[in-house]
C-alpha cells in the first residue's frame, strides 16, 4: 500500500512535466513537430517543475542536484531553476535523532557524549548534523535520518520502473543519459549513506595532500564513528562565499584562496583521480589562515588513468583542431552510444570546435555565452556526458561562480589556464605525457605495429586472412530481421482476421461479427504502418541494466 501511495504520487507530480518535455519535441507525443513555447512558458514551467521536485523529498532532491549540470539532459532555464534548489528538508525531530544514536552504540546519547545541542547545526535531506563535545574536543556529529534509506529505495524502485517505459516508448539519448544518471545514483547514494565509507574516504584524503599546506579535512574519531553515525571534530572556519569582508581587510587574499580552491580540484580530477562529487559552498570552509577545509565526502568519484589520459588527449586534439582525434576521444569517454555513426557526430564535433575557437582571448560576458552554446550542443546532438566530467563541470561552474561573486571581471577560463600551468608536470607525469614515457609508448607501439604487420603477411601468405564482422553488426541485423518478421506476423494476423470474419458473417449472418472483426483488422493494419518499430522489441530487453538493485542494506 506505501509502494502504490507513494507511486501515485510521484506520477501525479511528474508525469505532466514528462509530457510536457515530450511534446516540445513532437506537438503528439509521438508523431508532428515540436509544439512553440516562449521562452517565459519554460521559466514558469522550470519554477514550477523546481517547487514539485523539492516536494517529493530527499531521492529527487539530490537528483535534481546532479540534474542541474547536466546540460546533455535539460536546457535552460530548467538548469539554472534547479540548480537553486537545495537540500529544503525541514530539521529532523531531536527525539528521532537520539534514536539512531541509542540504535547505532546502544546506549543514550548522555553517556556516549559529554554534551550534545538538540538543535540541529544544519539538516540535509539524508543526514543532520549535531554540535557535540568529547571529552575536551569539539566535535560534530553528522546522522542519518531515520527511515531515509527506506524512502530512498522506494524512490528509485520507482524511478526505475518510469524509467523503464520511457527507454520503451522514447528511446533517445536524452532518455538514456537520464536512465544512466539515476543508475550511477543509486550506488553513490548508498554508499553515501554508509558513514564508514566517508571515513575512509577523508582519511584517503588527509593520506594523498597530507604535504599541502593549505588544504585539509576534518578529523575523523574512527571509535565513534558507525554506520549511521560520523563524529568529526569541530572547523571554526567562513563558508567560502562569504569572505567579502576578510577581502576587503586584507586578513585574506582572493587570488591566493581561488588558486588553492582551483588547484586542489584540478589536482584531484586530472592527478589523483579522486574528485570530491558534492561541490558547493557549503562544503568549502576558509579559515583565518586562509587553509581550505573540505566538506562532505559522502560522494566521491574515482577517474582512472585511463580516462584521465584520454580527457587530456581530447583537450590537444582541441588545441590542434584535430577533428578525427576528438571523436575518437568522445567514443572512448563514452560521450557517444556506440550505435551513432562517425558521420552523425562530426557536426557536434566541428561545432564544439568552434565554440573553443570563439572562447580565445574573450572577455567574461562572451565566455558566458559560450558556455551556454555549448551546454546547447550537448544538449541537441547524442552526446552524454561521463559521469567524472560533470562533477568536474560542476566543480568548474563552483569556482566561476565564486570568483565573479568577488570580481565582476573575474575570468575563469584564463584563471584555469594559469592554475593549469602550475601543475602541467604533474598532469603530464600522471598521464604519461612526459617525454621518457611518450618515447617508451612510441616504442611499444612501433613494436606492436610491426608485429602485426608480419602476422597479417605471414596470414596473407599461407591463405589463413579471413575478414570478420564484428558481433555488434551482427546483432543489428538479427535484430531488424526479428522486428520485420513480427510486422510480417502481424500484417498476416490482421489479413488472417478479416478473412476469418468474412467466412463467419457468410455462415450466421452476424453484422456485429463482421464489423467487429473488419475494425480489428484495421487498427492491426494501422499498426503495421504506423507503430514505430522499437515498440515491436521485446520489453526484457530494456528492463535489463536499469531496475534497482537490492534496496536493503
Same mark, same amino acid.
Given at each position: ?153 522506494? @524512490? ?91 577581502? @576587503? ?25 579522486? #574528485?570530491?562529487? @558534492? ?19 559522502? %560522494? ?52 564544439? %570546435? ?149 467466412? #463467419? ?8 461479427? #463482421? ?39
Amino acid at each position: 500500500m506505501r509502494r502504490l501511495n507513494r507511486s501515485i504520487r510521484v506520477f501525479v507530480a511528474l508525469v505532466p512535466f514528462v509530457i510536457a518535455f515530450l511534446r516540445d519535441r513532437r506537438r503528439f507525443i509521438l508523431i508532428g513537430r515540436g509544439a512553440r513555447r516562449s521562452p517565459r512558458h519554460h521559466q514558469r514551467r522550470a519554477e514550477r517543475l523546481t517547487r514539485r521536485i523539492a516536494q517529493l523529498g530527499p531521492t529527487f532532491i539530490k537528483l535534481a542536484q546532479i540534474f542541474s549540470s547536466r546540460a546533455d539532459i535539460f536546457p535552460e532555464p530548467y538548469l539554472t531553476e534547479i540548480g537553486t534548489l537545495q537540500d529544503q528538508v525541514p530539521p529532523q525531530d531531536a527525539e528521532a535523532i537520539l534514536g539512531v544514536i541509542l540504535e547505532e552504540y546502544g546506549r543514550p546519547v548522555d553517556e556516549v557524549f559529554d554534551d550534545f545541542s538538540r538543535e540541529p547545526l544544519a539538516a540535509a535531506s539524508l543526514g543532520q548534523v549535531h554540535r557535540a563535545r568529547l571529552g575536551d574536543e569539539e566535535v560534530v556529529v553528522k546522522v542519518l535520518r531515520p527511515g531515509v534509506e527506506e524512502v530512498v529505495a522506494l @524512490d528509485l524502485d520507482i524511478s526505475f520502473r518510469v524509467l523503464f517505459w520511457l527507454n520503451l516508448l522514447f528511446p533517445n539519448h536524452h532518455v538514456r543519459a537520464l536512465t544512466a544518471v539515476v543508475r550511477e545514483f543509486s550506488h553513490k547514494v548508498r554508499q553515501e549513506m554508509d558513514f564508514r565509507r566517508e571515513a575512509e574516504n577523508i582519511h584517503h584524503v588527509q593520506e594523498t595532500y597530507r604535504d599541502l599546506e593549505r588544504i585539509r579535512t576534518p578529523r575523523v574519531f574512527d571509535s565513534h564513528t558507525r554506520r549511521r553515525v560520523l563524529v568529526m571534530e569541530y572547523c571554526r572556519g567562513t563558508k567560502i562565499d562569504r569572505l567579502q569582508e576578510a577581502f @576587503d581587510e586584507g586578513r585574506l587574499s582572493f587570488r591566493d584562496t581561488m588558486r588553492t580552491v582551483t588547484g586542489v580540484y584540478l589536482r584531484m580530477m586530472m592527478v589523483d583521480g579522486f #574528485l570530491h562529487a @558534492d561541490p558547493h559552498p557549503g562544503n568549502l570552509l576558509v579559515e583565518d589562515d586562509g587553509t581550505v577545509v573540505l566538506l562532505d565526502w559522502g %560522494m566521491v568519484v574515482e577517474v582512472p588513468r585511463w580516462t584521465r589520459e584520454t580527457i587530456l588527449n581530447v583537450a590537444l586534439a582541441v588545441a590542434r583542431e584535430d577533428l578525427d582525434g576528438i571523436i575518437n576521444g568522445m567514443y572512448q569517454l563514452g560521450m557517444i552510444s556506440p550505435e551513432v555513426s562517425r558521420g552523425e557526430i562530426r557536426e557536434a564535433a566541428i561545432e564544439i %570546435m568552434r565554440i573553443v575557437d570563439r572562447a580565445q582571448g574573450t572577455g567574461r560576458e562572451r565566455v558566458q555565452e559560450l558556455v551556454q552554446e555549448m551546454f546547447d550542443t550537448f544538449y541537441t546532438w547524442p552526446l552524454i556526458l561521463p559521469q567524472e566530467l560533470v562533477y568536474f563541470f560542476r566543480a568548474a561552474v563552483l569556482l566561476e561562480g565564486i570568483g565573479f561573486r568577488y570580481d565582476e571581471a573575474f575570468n575563469g577560463l584564463h584563471f584555469i589556464r594559469d592554475v593549469v600551468a602550475d601543475f602541467r608536470s604533474d598532469i603530464l607525469r600522471t598521464t604519461g605525457r612526459e617525454p621518457s614515457a611518450l618515447a617508451r609508448n612510441v616504442i611499444d607501439e612501433a613494436q606492436n605495429t610491426l608485429r602485426s604487420i608480419r602476422d597479417l603477411v605471414g596470414r596473407a601468405e599461407r591463405e589463413e586472412l579471413r575478414v570478420r564482422v564484428h558481433p555488434r553488426d551482427i546483432q543489428q541485423q538479427e535484430r531488424f530481421l526479428h522486428l520485420q518478421a513480427r510486422r510480417i506476423l502481424l500484417s498476416i494476423f490482421a489479413t488472417a482476421t478479416a478473412v476469418i470474419s468474412s467466412i #463467419l458473417f457468410i455462415s450466421i449472418r452476424s453484422w456485429w461479427l #463482421l464489423a467487429g472483426g473488419l475494425i480489428a483488422s484495421l487498427f492491426l493494419f494501422v499498426l503495421v504502418f504506423f507503430l514505430p518499430t522499437h515498440l515491436l522489441e521485446n520489453p526484457l530487453r530494456h528492463a535489463r541494466g536499469i531496475r534497482p538493485g537490492d534496496p536493503h542494506r
